[in-house]
């Protein structure tokens, strides 16, 4: 790692107050991200994957419902953005990487072990076919995955009432979160707040949108695989 690459995940972990071990571990992360052509991400140089994979993670841990979860349900994992980052960050707490891509699965797998990490669990799956999963998180997690009504119904039934999903978005989409709504109302969910945040410096026009799970998701739901996204919930106006 660069000086400067150095320099920034040392500020990275006294701003988020991570342990020496969490930083040794996602040090590794990006050591193998840099080095591995298989690795299912665009950003490989390490300063920058620093700001858009780690800090951008990492910035979730502002909200309670992040940094107190005990089982955290990360869905369309990908490279391991933010789920495999929470995980090092939070050694008490257990994370799902949700993902159905079997080459995805096995960067996880290389990922977890190259850190270290005992804590992570790699779901070969859809969200909406895990069914190990239903209501046992007490927070799902997902970025870059699918628009937020989409995200609420994937999350809602692997959420404990009282669970929380948290999404990465950029910027607000008021149409998007009328939608959103829509499909919170129906699955059991209700919105709590959306946070705008600046993982580092520069960073503009990014929130994390948190829903609650207040109620229990109704028996329907999740529908077959495919269908959300498909045949997406979407307010009436």
Excluded at 57 to 77: K, N
Excluded at 151 to 157: F, S
Aim: hydrophobic share 50%.
């Amino acid at each position: 790692m660069s000086d400067r690459s150095a320099s920034r995940m040392a500020a990275v972990q006294r701003r988020f107050g991570l342990p020496a071990a969490a930083t040794g571990a996602l040090d590794r992360l990006l050591e193998l991200i840099a080095a591995d052509p298989t690795a299912p991400t665009a950003v490989v140089d390490v300063a920058r994957a620093i700001d858009v994979h780690v800090a951008d993670a990492l910035v979730s841990l502002q909200l309670d419902a992040i940094r107190g979860a005990r089982r955290i349900a990360d869905i369309g994992s990908g490279a391991g953005f933010p789920g495999i980052v929470l995980a090092a960050a939070l050694p008490a707490a257990r994370v799902a990487l949700v993902e159905s891509n079997g080459r995805k699965c096995d960067f996880l797998a290389r990922a977890a072990e190259a850190m270290g990490l005992q804590n992570v669990e790699i779901v070969r799956s859809r969200a909406e076919e895990w069914r190990d999963g239903i209501g046992v998180h007490d927070a799902v997690t997902a970025r870059a995955v699918a628009p937020l009504n989409v995200l609420v119904e994937y999350a809602a039934p692997l959420l404990a009432t009282g669970g929380t999903l948290v999404a990465w978005k950029g910027r607000r989409d008021a149409r998007e979160e009328r939608d959103a709504d829509a499909a919170a109302g129906a699955t059991g969910l209700s919105v709590a707040e959306v946070c705008p945040v600046q993982p580092w410096d520069g960073a503009e026009h990014l929130h994390l949108h948190r829903y609650l799970k207040v109620a229990c998701t109704p028996n329907r739901y999740p529908r077959r695989a495919g269908i959300a996204s498909k045949r997406p919930l979407r307010a009436s106006t």
